[in-house]
Nanobody, 116 residues
Framework: QVQLVESGGGLVQPGGSLRLSCASSGIIFSIYVMGWYRQAPGKQRELVASITHANSTKYADSVKGRFTIARDNAKNTVYLQMNSLNPDDTAVYYC??????????WGQGTQVTVSS
């Protein structure tokens, strides 16, 4: 059984920071590309950041320089450090695991709200 569990979401003021975590189980973590997606009401789900087994990273232009993705293979966990948050970052954030496009898994999501 595969399980991805996100944590760390919540309410934060503009300019603040949050660190999201995604703990995985039931997969060989080291062979999966891990990613963070987000979806705001009325908008499509979009890729925020991804990281490969070799620690190659990609970021959406809107978050580049503010967000950092990292993985800890020993803990089967991927993180998303979010700094300088603004209201446009408000969304449900989802953890994603992708095995060469053959097997894809999703977490349940965690709400991030940026508001004064």
């Amino acid at each position: 059984q595969v399980q991805l569990v996100e944590s760390g979401g919540g309410l934060v003021q503009p300019g603040g920071s949050l660190r999201l975590s995604c703990a995985s189980s039931g997969i060989i973590f080291s062979i999966y590309v891990m990613g963070w997606y987000r979806q705001a009401p009325g908008k499509q789900r979009e890729l925020v950041a991804s990281i490969t087994h070799a620690n190659s990273t990609k970021y959406a232009d809107s978050v580049k320089g503010r967000f950092t993705i990292a993985r800890d293979n020993a803990k089967n966990t991927v993180y998303l450090q979010m700094n300088s948050l603004n209201p446009d970052d408000t969304a449900v954030y989802y953890c994603n695991a992708d095995r060469n496009g053959i097997r894809v898994y999703w977490g349940q999501g965690t709400q991030v709200t940026v508001s004064s």
